[in-house]
């Protein structure tokens, strides 16, 4: 795929994000865009951040969207 929007969903949403979000990590796959589309995501990652390891680079990983128009625009943009 070109790139991968994540909609506000359940443990199965979580799931797949970290799914993806670990592949682009390692490089299992390439360099592609991973949009969190929606205001529920930075809380959610917020509580990542202060419970889990996660650092600014895996954060940098992400990209965050509030309209779908601007999920479209960040994968179009880079890919």
């Known amino acids: 795929s070109s790139?991968?929007?994540a909609l506000r969903g359940?443990?199965?949403?979580?799931a797949e994000i970290a799914l993806v979000w670990n592949k682009l990590q390692t490089g299992?796959?390439?360099k592609r865009p991973l949009v969190l589309l929606?205001?529920?995501?930075?809380?959610?990652?917020e509580v990542w951040q202060n419970n889990l390891v996660v650092?600014?680079?895996d954060v940098s990983?992400?990209?965050?969207a509030f309209s779908?128009?601007?999920?479209?625009?960040i994968i179009?943009?880079?890919t």
Do not use: Q
């Open 3 to 5: 790139g991968f929007i």
């Open 10 to 14: 359940g443990i199965g949403t979580v």
């Open 28 to 30: 299992v796959i390439g």
């Open 38 to 45: 929606g205001e529920c995501w930075k809380p959610v990652l």
């Open 55 to 57: 650092s600014e680079k």
């Open 61 to 64: 990983l992400l990209n965050f």
């Open 68 to 73: 779908v128009d601007e999920a479209v625009e």
């Open 76 to 78: 179009e943009n880079n």
